[in-house]
């Protein structure tokens, strides 16, 4: 499975990426950024990576650039915006999980018919 995650340090540090392995991937961020947490971790289905980038297209211009893996994965944004980043992940992944049992049901249906 894949997980879409945000992870905050502070108030307005937020990290938008993606990962098979989540325990790893926040031990691995802890150690280079200590005070990180999770603020979202979604299991998505086949769609993560574009989703992904879709939001770092999004917020390109709140980009900042930090050291260690995924060092451009890092954004910048006032503490109410990043709730609502948070709440808009949520959002596209909850609606490709409802396309993807779409498409179940209408192939279930075509199966039957």
Known sequence: M???YSIRQGLGKRK???TNYPKKRIQSIRSTYPGARWALL???PFVAGIIERSFHE???FFRVTRKGS???EWF???WPITWIVDILITIVVA???FAVWKAFVLLANW???
């Open 95 to 97: 609606f490709s999980w």
């Open 42 to 44: 979604l299991p998505t």
């Open 58 to 60: 999004f917020l390109r």
């Open 111 to 113: 199966y039957v018919n």
């Open 70 to 72: 995924g060092r451009t």
């Open 76 to 78: 910048s944004l006032i």
């Open 2 to 4: 894949i997980f879409i």
């Open 16 to 18: 938008i990426g993606i």
